[in-house]
C-alpha cells in the first residue's frame, strides 16, 4: 500500500511568483487536507478537499487556493507569493471526513 | 488564540526511563486527540489518538491518558530508546462523518533520549 508523497521536495521561488504543490493520497482514502507549517511551529490547516469539493478552510487568504483531482491526487496553489510564505507544506490524507490523518514528507517552499 | 499548547518545548531522558510530553487545550469541542512524532525532513507520522470518551488508551511503549475535566492530555513512552528522539505533536480535532476533522496542532517538543 503506498503512502501519501509530495512533490517537489524542495522549491525556491521568488517574491510575486506563483506555485503549484502537489500530493497524491494514501490508496483507498478519499479526503486531502493541505497544512503549512512554519518554522518552530506546528502544522497549521489551510483547507480540505473531499470528493473534489472545497470541505473547510483555515485562515489563509483567497491567492492559497486547491484542487483535488477524481483520483483524490490534490494540488495546492499559491498566487503572489510573499516571503512569508516560505514554510513545509504537508499534505494529509484519510479515509473519510473527519477519520485520522496520514502525512507525506512534505514540499520545502523557500521565498526570495 | 492558540487553542492546543505545549508548553514544553525540550525534554531529554535517559534510555530505558519514561517520557512524558504533556498537552493542554482550550476548546471543549475537541473530541479526538492525537499524538504525531516527526523526524528531521519528513512529514509527521501518526502514533496514537484517543477519543474523549475514553480516559486513556495503550499501544505498545505509547500510552495516551485524556483529563478532560482538565483539558490536559498526555503521551507516555515506556521504555524510551533512542530512536524515539524526534519532535512530538499534539493534536486535536473534531472527529467523525459530517466534521472536516482539521487538526489543530500544539508547537511540539523536541525528545532527545541519551543511551
Known amino acids: 500500500e503506498t503512502g501519501v508523497t509530495q512533490s517537489p521536495t524542495h522549491l525556491i521561488k521568488t517574491r510575486g511568483q506563483q506555485v503549484t504543490l502537489r500530493c497524491s493520497s494514501q490508496?483507498?482514502?478519499?479526503?486531502v487536507s493541505w497544512y503549512q507549517q512554519a518554522l518552530g511551529q506546528g502544522p497549521q490547516f489551510i483547507f480540505q478537499y473531499y470528493r473534489e469539493e472545497e470541505n473547510g478552510r483555515g485562515n489563509f487568504p483567497p491567492r492559497f487556493s486547491g484542487l483535488q483531482f477524481p483520483n483524490y491526487s490534490s494540488e495546492l496553489n499559491v498566487n503572489a507569493l510573499e516571503l512569508d510564505d516560505s514554510a513545509l507544506y504537508l499534505c494529509a490524507s484519510s479515509p473519510e471526513t473527519g477519520n485520522t490523518q496520514y502525512f507525506g514528507p512534505g514540499t520545502r517552499l523557500t521565498v526570495l | 488564540d492558540q487553542q492546543v499548547k505545549q508548553n514544553s518545548p525540550s525534554l531529554s531522558v535517559q534510555e530505558g526511563r519514561i517520557s512524558i510530553l504533556n498537552c493542554d487545550y482550550t476548546n471543549s469541542m475537541f473530541d479526538y486527540f492525537l499524538w504525531y512524532k516527526k523526524y528531521p525532513a519528513e512529514g509527521p507520522t501518526f502514533l496514537i489518538s484517543i477519543s474523549s470518551i475514553k480516559d486513556k488508551n495503550e499501544d505498545g511503549r505509547f500510552t495516551v491518558f485524556l483529563n478532560k475535566s482538565a483539558k490536559h492530555l498526555s503521551l507516555h513512552i515506556v521504555p524510551s530508546q533512542p530512536g524515539d528522539s524526534a519532535v512530538y505533536f499534539c493534536a486535536a480535532s473534531t472527529h467523525g462523518s459530517g466534521n472536516t476533522g482539521k487538526l489543530i496542532f500544539g508547537q511540539g517538543t523536541t525528545l532527545q533520549v541519551k543511551p
Open positions: 490508496s483507498g482514502h478519499n479526503t
